[in-house]
Structure formats: structure tokens, C-alpha cells
């Protein structure tokens, strides 16, 4: 959808960590765009000293960045608060940070941002008159002078170019929908709430375990594990009458329409504790795994460290990004899905349909990592 550029945009923060290439992250009433956007340019026209602001940032060796900027359009109807804006950033590092952990499974190295820190908002912003910096978060409410300001990016995480393969704007707009709906048009539905909501928990379990990245330790991997357990669980919760369960979560994985016969065949162990142990879906088996580490890590029960590793050698945790991904799938509405029947029939093109096949490539792509879960390991020099 392209939006008038009418709209006045204006700077809520900067993101020295991000170069965003990509113009998918645009909505009618907040967008996170990089230096080549028009509504980039349109902000610096419009915030008094927000191009001094901007120059005075570098990375940790002394060059010179151009930090990506959160704006919002004057059709927003107020300021933002700090939900909405949390639950934006949450959509777009789930678009981006979500597929990057996938293909780094499945291509065997990093091919983007791994973490969700690199989109993080830097804490120091100009004021709306230019005149003064205002830091504000749990941390800190504190002033300062521009003159003096020397912007520097996070030293724990590289900046991190995003480019426009893989972004997935089908996805974004799903999700955007959602927060427009909520944040927008103050429709509180129980299911945007838990998608939402979910999403917060697998942004957090996608950070980095310290604020330097240089202390992780096996008990960090407890923390993330039990966040992509409540991710999960947040994501099937029913509401005010009912509550979440291993049972609902293993429901909704159930639907997930796999390819392969590898991935759809109850052919794998699933230890559910107290001896009783059944053949499920890959993704099930997996889960439940997940599940019960989660248990003994919050219960304060014996974990080891090779607990965490799967026959093959594989860790667990490289796989809650591919079965949540498919598992949001599973949730959202998708008003622009085609489907080979349609195309058959001819009430869809050819065209259309190929677009579609390119559009949900996610769904090779999350096979083929979940598929490494069981498949013989290649050699680490291949």
C-alpha cells in the first residue's frame, strides 16, 4: 500500500545500530525507514537540529553512521505511547530477526540480524524545539546539550544492515493490521492482544543474554528457553475463561501443514514425563521437549547442559523460531493467499500465484530448519 506523502513525518528516536535499506517497515501512522527514505528526508525537514542530532553519531572505532530513524505521520491521532511503539518494534524484528535465525540453521551461518538488540531505540533524543537532548526510560530521566552530545552505536552488537531479502511484507502487514487495530482504532480483541503480547516474549527471547553479549551462560539458556515457552503459551491462551496448557499449545502445532513426510508423520518420541513417552510431529516432539526444560529450569530441578542437545547434536534451541514462526501462520488472516486450486481453475493468474509461492518461501525455509533437528549433521567445514 503506498501512503500520500502529504503526511508530515516526524523523528520519535534514532537506531544507530540499523542501516535499514528496505521500505517494507512503513505504516500510515509510524514506519522505520533509513537515510534513502523519503520520509526520512521529510523528518529531517521537519526537527529543528534532528540533522546535527544525527551527525554526532559513530560506531565504536570512530565511523561515521547514519542512524535509522522511527517516524510517525501527523495522521497519527496522538503522540504514540510506549506500548504502541514497543509493539511496532516487536512486529519488525519478528520479520526480520525471526528469519534470520532460521536460515542461520539451515545455511549453517549468520546472515543477518541474529539479535534483537540491533533494533533497539537509542535512549538520548532532541527535543522538539532542537534545543536540548532528553533521555527517558526505566533508567534514567536526565537533559543535556547538543554541543556536547557524542552519539555512540551499541559495542555488543555489530550494526546490522537490512536489506530487502528476506523482510516478508506480507507478514508486516499482516501483523501491522493488528496493531492498527488495537493501537489505532481501539479495538482490544482478545486475539491481537495475544499475538501481540506474544511477539513481546520472542523479541526478548531473541536478545542478547547481557548487555555486553560477553557473559552468557549455560543458565542464560533457561531464561530464553522459558521465554519461547510463553511466547507459545501466550499465543494460544483463550482468555479470561479458559488458560493455557502444553495440550493447547501441541493442538495448534498440530494444525501447522507441513510438506515433507518427515515433519507430518507421528513417528517421533515425545517424553512427557512420568514415564510416559509417544510418537508425535517433529515440531510437537520438540515442543514438548522445550516444555518440560522449561519445567526443571524454573522449578529449580537438575539441568545439564547436554540436556539442551538433541541426538544428532543440534541444540533445542535453534528451533523455536521455525515452529513459532509456522505456528503464527496458523493465526493470521491472509487476504492475499492464492491457492493452486484457484489457479487451476482460473480464478486466479499464474502470476498471482507465483507471487504467492514467493511471498510464503518462509515455509521451505522453516522446514528445512526444523528438518535439521533430525537429519544427520554435515561436517563444520563443509
Not at 32 to 43: F, I, K, S, T, W
Not at 126 to 146: C, F, M, T, Y
Not at 255 to 274: L, R, Y
Request: aromatic share 10%.
Amino acid at each position: 500500500m503506498k501512503y500520500k506523502m502529504a503526511l508530515k513525518w516526524t523523528a520519535l528516536g534514532a537506531l544507530p545500530n540499523l542501516d535499514m535499506r528496505s521500505k517494507v517497515f512503513v505504516g500510515e501512522h509510524l514506519a522505520l525507514v533509513g537515510a534513502e527514505d523519503v520520509r526520512y528526508q521529510d523528518a529531517l525537514a521537519n526537527g529543528l537540529n534532528l540533522q546535527t542530532f544525527l551527525s554526532k553519531f559513530e560506531g565504536n572505532h570512530g565511523q561515521r553512521l547514519r542512524p535509522s530513524l522511527l517516524v510517525r505521520s501527523d495522521a497519527y491521532p496522538d503522540r504514540p505511547n510506549s506500548e504502541a511503539i514497543s509493539s511496532f518494534m516487536d512486529i519488525v524484528t519478528a520479520c526480520v530477526v525471526i528469519d534470520s535465525r532460521v536460515r542461520a540453521v539451515t545455511w549453517r551461518r549468520n546472515v543477518g540480524p541474529f539479535y534483537t538488540d540491533a533494533f533497539e531505540i537509542y535512549p538520548w533524543m532532541i527535543d522538539p524545539e532542537g534545543k536540548r537532548l532528553v533521555a527517558q526510560n526505566a533508567a534514567q530521566w536526565a537533559v543535556h546539550e547538543l554541543d556536547r552530545f557524542r552519539g555512540i552505536a551499541s559495542a555488543a552488537v555489530p550494526v546490522q544492515e537490512v536489506g530487502y531479502d528476506p523482510t516478508h511484507p506480507r507478514f508486516f502487514k499482516q501483523l501491522l493490521a493488528m496493531w492498527k487495530s488495537r493501537f489505532i482504532d481501539g479495538n482490544d480483541d482478545w486475539r491481537s492482544r495475544a499475538v501481540l503480547r506474544s511477539l513481546k516474549m520472542a523479541a526478548s527471547a531473541m536478545c542478547l543474554s547481557s548487555p555486553t553479549g560477553s557473559t552468557e551462560s549455560f543458565y542464560d539458556y533457561g531464561r530464553i528457553l522459558s521465554l519461547w515457552v510463553s511466547a507459545f503459551e501466550i499465543l494460544v491462551h483463550p482468555g479470561a475463561t479458559g488458560k493455557a496448557n502444553r495440550q493447547k499449545v501441541l493442538d495448534l502445532l498440530k494444525t501447522i501443514p507441513w510438506q515433507s513426510k518427515m515433519a507430518m508423520e507421528e513417528t517421533h518420541p515425545a517424553d512427557f514425563g512420568g514415564g510416559k513417552t509417544f510418537n508425535v510431529r517433529l515440531a510437537n516432539a520438540l515442543y514438548v521437549k522445550m516444555y518440560e526444560l522449561r519445567n526443571d529450569f524454573l522449578h529449580g530441578n537438575p539441568v545439564e547442559p547436554e540436556d539442551f542437545l538433541l541426538p544428532n547434536g543440534t541444540s533445542i534451541l535453534s528451533f523455536p523460531p521455525a515452529i513459532f514462526r509456522m505456528a503464527l501462520s496458523t493465526m493470521l488472516l491472509d487476504p492475499d493467499a492464492v491457492t493452486r486450486e484457484q489457479a487451476m481453475s482460473g480464478l486466479k493468474s499464474r502470476d498471482e500465484y507465483l507471487q504467492h509461492l514467493s511471498t510464503t518461501r518462509y515455509r521451505s525455509d522453516c522446514e528445512e530448519c526444523l528438518l535439521a533437528a533430525v537429519k544427520p549433521q554435515p561436517p563444520d567445514d563443509e
